[in-house]
T-cell receptor, first 118, second 113 residues
């Protein structure tokens, strides 16, 4: 089945450092890819997405490029802030048909805890 | 403001008791989902529903039950058959089943004493 693997954390950085969180996936088809962020005590929020190969998703200074040849979707930010401290989840969306009805669901990676110090 | 409301935020249960977690959305979304979050394991899909009066099992449905009698509501019951129910439960919705873009509630933390 489909799966998502994220780099192990936690990741600890100083403010203004460069961030990379690696994400690789396994999928049989052509999934859409997502990064979600979870701030302490909250649910998840969509950070960015890419729906086809070579697409770049970007939001709030974060970027990720859908690389089909390496099955990767690494998250990057040039200069992190203390407010970026959170858990980051990579995810893929598969779609298909069951019982005559289309369906879609997200498969998540295990999450990477990011802590940014002043 | 539109969004997803989960309640209660914290819940304690004795072993052998069933408990129901509430999830309500006013986004007019068709699809709704329940995920379980455990430390270091990411999110795992319990059940999902694409339309009223219909739902499908996810990857870890054993010991859980759901209903979808109204578009806005998708309650989850954690039954006594769930062997390890202590976890953080997240409800989500999406405009349709194929978008992959989910909107999440703030979660409910269940602790079994």
């Amino acid at each position: 089945g489909d799966s998502v693997t994220q780099m192990e954390g936690p990741v600890t950085l100083s403010e203004e450092a460069f961030l990379t969180i690696n994400c690789t996936y396994t999928a049989t088809g052509y999934p859409s890819l997502f990064w979600y962020v979870q701030y302490p005590g909250e649910g998840l929020q969509l950070l960015l997405k890419a729906t086809k190969a070579d697409d770049k998703g970007s939001n709030k200074g974060f970027e990720a490029t859908y690389r089909k040849e390496t099955t990767s979707f690494h998250l990057e930010k040039g200069s992190v802030q203390v407010s970026d401290s959170a858990v980051y989840f990579c995810a893929l969306s598969e779609s298909g048909y069951a019982g005559g009805t289309s369906y879609g669901k997200l498969t998540f990676g295990q999450g990477t805890i990011l802590t940014v110090h002043p | 403001d539109g969004g997803i409301t989960q309640s209660p935020k914290y819940l304690f249960r004795k072993e052998g008791q069933n408990v129901t977690l509430s999830c309500e959305q006013n986004l007019n979304h068709d699809a709704m989902y329940w995920y379980r979050q455990d430390p270091g394991q990411g999110l795992r899909l319990i059940y999902y529903s694409q339309i009223v009066n219909d739902f499908q099992k996810g990857d870890i449905a054993e010991g859980y039950s759901v209903s979808r009698e109204k578009k806005e509501s998708f309650p989850l019951t954690v039954t006594s058959a769930q062997k390890n129910p202590t976890a953080f439960y997240l409800c989500a919705s999406s405009r349709g089943p194929d978008t992959g873009e989910l909107f999440f509630g703030e979660g409910s933390r269940l602790t079994v004493l």
